[in-house]
């Protein structure tokens, strides 16, 4: 029995926005996470036949672990109904329906300690934002999603002109100024990389960091941190005396908009942590961790980390080339 | 040949245009053979004569356009509501008209369960009639703190769970959640609204209102109706599994069943191809008192409950705007493929704004599809101005209002929820009466209790609960909301060729009543016995009130 909390991820964007895509692919390069996706209609899911292991009413098992739940028996009932399959589950995602409010959504986990938080994605159809903004059926929803999300996907850039698709990211920036924009096709396997995880550790981007020649010959996707650092900058900084505990919340909010994935083991004056971002979504948590080691960090960005890099070196971090040999 | 019953009455109003009143009816299969005098009995003879209902009152068997059959079995659990209600056995609930009377209630209902643990499940609680008070998870400790307790308010969007229940769910003044309310001190007052909360409470204790129709609810949903004068009933948003299906079958093939049934497959509970092909195949079930072909689509939520979606200038007090229930786009495909299929549709609408939507979405159907007399029908519709009301008109769209509202919540949508110029138009059927649109009236049973003579009377009066009168141009005479309760909803029902009116060839439905609904003054509608119903000819008679 597993009785660890089950992650909780909620993907939100109006109709058309792309969501269906990106859970398929994510059943598809689930890896080893049991996912349980709770979507709104079954049918649109191109699930096969032969991959379906049991149906159970709107619950359904795949033969890869996953499981695929309809919500149309509400939200409420539904989660009840999966919640006694908890330890058949690692990650549970919600494909929030566009006139739904993510955070309302993003309270189950706050509530229920069987649930951990995690990232609430809103994906925006770059092709259809205008139309969308200026219908007064859709205002309030809209603005709840951007209020809510930790981070947007920009699809349908390859649709939209050039000009729309600028104007759609500016409207996003504007309203939400600290969260990452990520532009992309829902199906890319970044983007179920950035949900799946694993959260890449400090070693591995190190590796990455100092071996990109390696990347050459893996452009396989079906390892999802390797599809991370293949698609994005990472950069792994430590710091060998205690850190700042203000200072680095301080950066971790100043930078939200430039970290897609945040994650590192860190000292501070009072306490050690376990740092991890997903833009504007924000975990330090208290940790036991060995007081001899230094405090490492890694950073995915799908921009530019040199002045995040800056800040942290000014919080006595440094990049991990740097660090000396023990 | 097979036998012929006539009813004698000291009146039938027919509802028939050509032959308004009769002191007979002959009845036979089940069917209506003529109306008249006794000498017009005569060319159906030889037959039996029952004088039983001489001195009563037959009207057509009311049809209850908008309820739920879940009113049949709601009452394993106890109802803690404002007023008085009775159970389809005749049982008086006695209305809780203070908190004190409420946590007795519970008391008493707590005392019929055997073991400690068992969940309380309690529903219809409505404090908005108590002012400032509000009830707290210490009153209910003193019911019990060993089981927990779930009080479900009549609103739908609030429940009041005791501190065993808290303790389970882990809910603590650490709690921050929207939903979770604290008082003073921060400490949760076990009122929990919004999604989240709910979960909470009910992945504790079960949710004990989830899951299809069972036919022990419909039989008593039957009974409920013969209390009334019911014999034509929906119940509005059914879920079309296989268990609901059989259980619609059996109930309705049941002798002595004295309900007509019409179910409306809940639209959302599968993709949209799915739902055709459930709601086509059930079709193959129908018999005399079952009827498919109707399909349920939720728009927005409830005006009281501020999730009602509402055009500018929205809720009278400054609340946002509230929810739609599916993406707009998708709503409109779905009212298409359900029109293209043949199907029609029951659209609940609360909101001005979902109203519109929906009569944008029809129209784009009809002009897509042109179908005449499809009879889709706009649910509640109880914000539609005259301008909506002439659309429907032109789109052939009937609409069921919700004329129970006026007096149950009238006081609070003129003061907060809509304020007074548009509570004064809510439930329009005066407008939709002079703009031509087919129309009926409705309890949306359990939310109020189903009762067409109560209905017709909200209708007719428009009197708030505490005798406030929201706009009287709004209100209609009694011969028109008794045809509301008749043919007026049969019609939106796609069955006013069977029932709704006492003529040759309709079923032989009749609801008995002790005084004539065109007789008494307009405000004593309400109160008129019913001493049951007479359906497909076999004399039903309501419960006997008790308690
Ligand atoms: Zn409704
Ligand atoms: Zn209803």
Redesign the interface.
Known sequence: MNDAPVDFTVIGG??GSGKTSLVNRLLAASGSTRFAVLV?????LNIDEALIRHQD?RIMQLANGCICC?L??G???T??EL?RYRHLIDHILIEA????YP???M??A????DLRPGLTLVLVDAAHLQDHSTDT?????ITAQMESADMFVLTKTDIASADMAAWSRDWVATRAPDAPIIEGRPDDASLVALITGPAPDATSAATHHHHPADHTGHHAHADPDRALHTHFVSRAMTASRPVDEDGFADFANRFSKHLLRGKGTLHFHRRSAIWQQAGRLVHLEDATLDADTASQIVMISADDLSEAAAALRALGFQDVANVPAR | MTETNVFSARDIITMNASRPHATHVAVRDGRILGAGSLEDMEQWAPYTLTDDFADKILVPGFVEGHAHAMEGGIWDFPYVGYEDRWDPSGRRWEGAQSLEAVIAALTAAEARLDDAETPLFAWGFDPIYFGEARMNAAQLDSVSTTRPIIVLHSNGHLLNVNSRLMDM???TAD??????LKDDNGKPTGELM???????A??QT??PF?GGIKTPSLLRYAESAVNCGVTTATDLFASF?EESLAAYVEASQTPGYALRLMPALNT????I??GIALAKRALQDNNDRLHHRLCKVMTDGSIQGFTA?LKWPGYHNGK??G????????LGELVLEYHKAGLHLHIHTNGD?ASE?MLDALEAAQLACPRPDHRHTLQHCQMADASQFRRMAKLGVCVNLFANHIYYWGDQHAAITMGPDRANRMDAAGTAQREGVHFSIHSDAPVTPMAPLFTAWCAVNRQTRTGTVLGPEEQISAEDALYAITLGAAYTLHMDHLVGSIEPGKYADFAVLEDSPLQVSPDAIRDISVWGTISGGAPHKAATRTG
Do not use: C, H
């Open positions: 109006f109709l709104n209609d079954f049918g649109a009413g309809s149309a028996g939200l409420v009932d989660m009840v919640m329906s566009g006139v739904s955070s309302r959504i309270d189950f706050r509530i229920d300690p059926r859709l205002a309030e929803t | 769910a882990g809910i709690t921050n959640v929207y939903g979770v919004e999604m989240a909360a709910k979960y909470m009910y992945r079960g949710n989830f599994n959302i509970e599968q993709s191809d799915e979606r946002p705007n929810l739609w229930n599916l993406d707009p786009d998708t704004e939507l």
